[in-house]
């Protein structure tokens, strides 16, 4: 099944929209924003993405090298270094290239010695892309929208009405279909990108 381009651009600038409103950064132009999109969408086809997981394979989290992905983040900003869309831009890269693994790292419910998960906290939710779950969490494309909910507000670690509440910052759609195009596109083999 073809993934068109049209996907990544439009999930790309739609974060970037959310993520300057609940931050209270100024929001980009939108031009802006889908020439940053268009770059990105240029690496990713350039570089191609980490390939699927063989069948049986569960993978392991990785990571992608900082100087790597500071690079990649300065070029899809067409060169302009203190962009207000640098630190969501740097999320997307990683969302894009971090390889697949099939086991959750859990990372969205660990809590500390206090009983607090750090990445339920809402003010820390509202700075990450992805809101609780990692970037490369496989829950993007394992599980449907209300079956994620249910899995966060079942290990809420404070207040299971706070992440209720703000569920379009803690579970993001917009991230929800960046990841579920680079999971398809990536067993397209780069081939199955369409310009509609």
């Known amino acids: 099944m073809a993934y068109a381009r049209d996907e990544f651009r439009a999930a790309v600038v739609a974060i970037l929209e959310r993520f300057a409103a609940q931050t209270g950064e100024p929001a980009l132009e939108a031009s802006v924003a889908v020439d940053i999109a268009d770059r990105l969408l ?3 086809e350039r ?10 394979e ?5 990571g992608m090298a900082e100087l790597a992905c ?8 067409g060169g302009d270094a203190v962009s207000p869309a640098a630190e969501p831009l740097r999320q997307i890269v990683k969302a894009c290239f971090h390889p697949e693994f099939r086991n959750c790292r ?8 206090d009983g607090k998960c750090r990445r339920q ?16 969490c496989p829950y993007w494309v394992q599980l449907d929208a209300a079956a994620h909910a249910k899995l966060l507000l079942a290990h809420a670690a ?5 992440i209720a509440r703000h569920l379009d910052v803690f579970l993001p759609e917009d991230f929800r279909r960046l990841r579920q195009w680079r999971h398809a596109a990536a067993r397209c083999g780069g081939s199955g990108l369409t310009s509609s």
């Open 42 to 44: 240029q690496i990713v």
């Open 47 to 56: 570089q191609g993405l980490p390939p699927p997981l063989p069948d049986g």
């Open 58 to 62: 569960s993978g392991e989290p990785g």
């Open 70 to 77: 500071a690079t990649f983040v300065r070029e899809a900003l």
């Open 106 to 113: 859990n990372s969205f419910r660990e809590v500390s010695a």
């Open 121 to 136: 906290d809402l003010a820390r939710a509202r700075r990450r892309v992805s809101g609780a779950p990692c970037v490369d």
């Open 158 to 162: 404070g207040s299971p009405a706070e």
